[in-house]
């Protein structure tokens, strides 16, 4: 399978470990919360020539993929279903397992999951005109480490996200 993962604005496409000319991830603490936060912090030395080059929305394209839906949440509920209270939620999961050198983050979101052969989109939005495919919510990643200590791939858990589309 491949999929499409879209990237938010302000997001590098670049590893953990790496950086680019502009800048690198640093961790901060905020001011107003006291939490250590992620941050992207731009190189001074080179700001003034980097006039806008962030990432804005940037999409990875033909990413290698298996994805399973998740059958059961638990005991009490299905991974795919939905809820009527007092505002709809159409609930559905599912687990995919990426390769180690794919960068993804909760940040992210994935969508157009299909079949590498066919090119099918697996999974879509029904009830939608033209059913575009289901973007999904980065809810949580766990890597998968071999008995060397060497990451052999990720498992990235996904929801669907509540606003489709746009």
């Not at 979101?109 to 989109?121: A, F, L, Q, W, Y």
């Not at 999974?123 to 059913?131: A, G, P, Q, T, V």
């Given at each position: 399978?491949i999929?499409d993962?879209?990237?938010?604005?302000?997001?590098?496409v670049?590893?953990?470990?790496?950086?680019t000319?502009?800048g690198?991830?640093?961790?901060?603490?905020?001011?107003?919360?006291g939490a250590?936060?992620?941050v992207?912090?731009?190189?001074?030395?080179?700001?003034?020539i980097?006039?806008?080059t962030?990432y804005?929305g940037?999409?990875?394209r033909?990413?290698?993929?298996?994805a399973?839906?998740?059958?059961?949440?638990?005991?009490t509920?299905a991974g795919a279903?939905e809820?009527?209270?007092t505002e709809y939620?159409?609930v559905d999961?599912?687990r995919?397992?990426?390769?180690?050198?794919i960068n993804?983050?909760?940040?992210d979101?994935?969508?157009?999951?299909?079949?590498?052969?066919?090119?099918?989109?697996l999974?879509?939005?029904?009830?939608?005109?033209?059913?575009p495919p289901t973007?999904?919510?980065?809810?949580?990643i766990?890597?998968?480490?071999?008995?060397?200590?060497?990451?052999?791939?990720?498992?990235v858990?996904?929801?669907?996200?509540?606003?489709?589309?746009g």
């Open positions: 399978m999929c993962i879209l990237k938010p604005a302000g997001a590098p670049v590893s953990e470990t790496t950086s000319n502009g690198k991830w640093v961790y901060r603490q905020n001011e107003d919360s250590i936060e992620r992207w912090d731009d190189n001074p030395v080179t700001e003034e980097e006039t806008d962030h804005t940037e999409i990875l033909n990413v290698p993929l298996i399973r839906s998740v059958v059961s949440q638990g005991t509920a279903t809820k009527f209270n939620m159409a999961y599912v995919a397992y990426f390769p180690k050198n993804i983050s909760k940040r979101r994935v969508t157009n999951i299909r079949s590498k052969r066919g090119n099918d989109v999974w879509r939005e029904e009830e939608m005109d033209d059913s973007v999904f919510d980065v809810m949580g766990q890597p998968v480490i071999d008995p060397f200590g060497r990451l052999v791939e990720q498992i858990l996904m929801q669907r996200a509540s606003v489709q589309g």
